[in-house]
């Protein structure tokens, strides 16, 4: 592939929720535009873009794929994402290094939650999109009630530039609204406009230049006089338009039958914009927060971001990286501005589904790949080492999903902690975590299916075989009455015997005192070197309480007295004494079972703030207030830890996955009594 000028790139991020036909629009691209010779198919697991194993069992998107393509003597950089939510890291990045978005939305589904949300993101990113409405070819594909709710729920910006001729086994072609011609079949010959649409076609033009003369006051002026606008005219203003944000152009088609796909890249050319066109936003601060801009520059010194790692088995660690400013070169050295280090540069390729294409070097404005880079993750920026810069990194979301990771054998858990690394690296989603605890090593993820695909993902590439389980709940136990407790710990065998006696007081502390210790012990009753061995014992002790064997906190033991034997007496007679001895205050001192409370903030469209509190309720959480902003709760609530260990799932399919929430930890208090005596059963039964 020819190297292009930042005039001639368009970086397009493909965006929409699962089941649209994301990637078939992409194969249907990537067809059209002469890049492969044979269109694959989703179903057949035969897609460019959809390679991945995981992918191909499940029939989802689960990364981002690089398509690049040519269409009239300009690079097109298509980035496939998944529209599944539980990848949206994955989106994140695809976005971050593109200027421009198509939002795919089914003609049958319709304006689904995935739609909503990529639109919010390209919102938040100010990114210019094109809306390609696709499968007409399905059964109940409706385009009008598609546009109605694309205007409904998206805007009045979306302004169709197509209509379908027919639908379902009857969809034909499109009609451009541009040039009133229609267009038949996958060759798009050309042919007059059917009169079953030439009413619609006239009305929806009538609105396509209503919309472009408002964005010039020139063209507007022009129109309110009566007068026609030309096709150049209307095209200069639609590009304008796009570019702001103030229309998004609807197109129409179908990527199985290959139809509107060559209109849907003609738009990409024409309204999307260039790498010129967007600056460069650089990273300031000490909080790493974009506060500059620059031009986009070949001549400048090298600057790129690297948006996505991948770990292959077979090469190594693959680099994806989008140049910004600048030149990168194969087999060169370059500066890691994130890592403050250097990194070499081997051979650098094109990334094409799997296929990898070498090239000699990457100009401005261009995306590609290099392997087996040593220092650089997901985030990092590359620079000329006289000139070291760094842009602004890219915004992950917070993962939510927590499960526990057991390793299957003994093999396993040798090579667990090096796959878990490598697979945080990869995808900047995933976290992990040893919970001091429960003593488990916790994965956190965007959902279910994450951590499922992660745990897969760690058996195919680096053979470890793990399960995943809900994590344990850290509980505690503590006192509610003082109490005090005596134990004398004596046994008599053939020579020296054994003599401790310790007299304890046991009383309970204010929530998150944690343990303390005090001597009160006077005239010598213990000698002074025993004391620490009393300590020691009491500190050991705390480690397993009496009700469930859970750790004890919030109590403060002070040995008192006691006495000794000058012969028999130990440290470690008395270390058991006094282990003994809060034993025994603690059954005395009315034990009980304390819970870690977590503050929940829930973020949910105003329709479900009713169910939200209603299932909160059943959690047994206290709803501490609300908040109402744009459309949206905000609900903050306490609640025990134990009922939201799978909110993530709950959430999801009560406001099917429109809402979000935080957690944060907040205190410990009591478990109820009902609740306590089952919990303290579970652990019986599993002593046994």
């Known amino acids: 592939m020819q190297q292009y000028g930042l005039e001639n790139i368009r970086n397009l991020v493909l965006l929409s929720h699962g089941g649209a036909g994301k990637t078939s629009v992409a194969e249907a691209i990537l067809f059209t535009s002469g890049a492969i010779k044979r269109l694959g198919r989703v179903d057949d697991g035969a897609t460019t873009s959809d390679y991945d194993p995981d992918e191909i069992k499940r029939q989802i998107s689960i990364n981002l794929t690089m398509l690049p393509c040519e ?22 990045g695809a976005m971050r290094v593109s200027e421009g978005a198509v939002i795919v939305v089914c003609a049958a589904s319709g304006v689904e939650v995935g739609t909503e949300q990529v639109w919010t993101y390209c919102e938040e990113a100010s990114l210019p999109r094109l809306i390609f409405i696709n499968k ?122 290959n139809m509107g796909i060559a209109f849907l890249l003609d738009a990409v050319h024409n309204y999307l914009p260039s790498p010129r066109e967007r600056e460069v936003i650089m990273a300031g601060g000490s909080a ?9 520059s070949e001549s400048a010194p090298l600057t790129a971001l690297v948006f996505k790692t991948s770990a292959d088995p077979y090469v190594g660690k693959l680099t994806y990286f989008r140049v910004y400013l600048g030149t990168i070169s194969s087999n060169s050295q370059v500066w890691n501005a994130t890592r403050g280090g250097e990194e070499r540069i081997g051979q650098l390729f094109i990334l094409r589904g799997k296929t990898q294409e070498p090239v000699s070097q990457l100009g401005a404005g261009d995306i590609g790949g290099v392997a087996k880079l040593s220092l650089t993750s997901t985030g990092d920026t590359l620079c000329s080492r006289d000139k070291p810069v760094k842009i602004a990194g890219i915004r992950f979301p917070e993962p939510t999903f927590n499960e526990a990771v057991h390793p299957k054998t003994k093999a396993d858990l040798d090579k667990l902690g090096t796959a878990l690394a490598r697979l945080s690296e990869e995808d900047p989603t995933l976290r992990v975590h040893r ?37 344990k709940v850290p509980y505690r136990e ?102 003994q001895a809060l034993k025994k205050g603690l059954s005395q001192g009315q034990p009980i079972l304390l819970e870690p409370i977590m503050t929940v903030k829930v973020t949910v469209p105003e329709d479900f703030t009713g169910d939200i509190i209603g299932d909160l309720n059943t959690k047994r959480a206290r709803v501490l207030g609300m908040n109402p902003e744009g459309g949206t709760n905000n609900i903050e609530a306490q609640v025990a830890l134990a009922e939201i260990l799978r909110y993530a799932i709950d959430l999801k399919s009560i406001t099917q996955g429109r809402g979000s929430f935080t957690v944060e930890f907040s205190h410990y208090e009591e478990v109820p009594a009902h609740v306590a005596q089952k919990i303290i059963a579970e652990r019986q039964a599993e002593k046994t």
């Open 71 to 92: 269409w009239q003597k300009t690079k097109i950089n298509l980035i496939d994402t998944p529209g599944y939510s539980d990848f949206v890291g994955e989106v994140k």
């Open 136 to 257: 007409m070819d399905r059964e109940n594909a409706d385009f009008y009630r598609t546009v109605d709710e694309l205007k409904a729920k998206l805007g009045s910006r979306c302004v169709p530039l197509q209509l379908p001729i027919g639908a379902h086994d009857s969809f034909q072609g499109v009609v451009d609204l541009l040039t009133m011609k229609s267009f038949i079949g996958s060759e798009a010959s050309e042919a007059e406009i059917p009169s079953s649409v030439q009413n619609q076609a006239d009305s929806f033009r009538e609105k396509l230049v209503e919309a472009v003369a408002e964005i010039d006051d020139r063209l507007l002026e022009k129109y309110l006089d009566g007068e026609e606008l030309s096709l150049e005219e209307l095209g200069d203003g639609l590009r304008q338009g796009t570019l702001s944000g103030k229309i998004v152009p609807v197109l129409v088609g179908s990527a199985m039958q």
């Open 288 to 296: 790493g927060q974009a506060t500059q801009t620059i031009e986009p």
């Open 435 to 471: 919970d001091a605890d429960t003593g488990e090593t916790i994965l956190s993820g965007l959902g279910e299916t994450h951590l499922e695909v992660a745990a897969e993902k760690m058996l195919r590439k680096f053979g470890v075989g793990v399960e995943l389980d809900t994590p």
């Open 478 to 579: 503590t006192i509610t009455v003082p109490a005090k407790a005596e134990y004398k710990h004596k046994k008599q065998t053939g020579g020296h015997g054994q003599y401790g006696h310790v007299l304890l007081e046991v009383e309970p502390l204010p929530r998150g005192s944690g343990t303390e210790f005090a001597d009160k012990v006077v005239g010598g009753r213990i000698p002074k070197n025993y004391i620490p061995a009393v300590e020691k014992g009491v500190n050991e002790a705390v480690q397993e309480g009496v009700l469930a064997r859970y750790p004890v906190v919030d109590i403060k033991a002070t040995v008192y007295d006691g006495s000794y034997h000058p012969v028999d007496s130990s440290e470690i007679c008395f270390k058991i004494a006094g282990a």
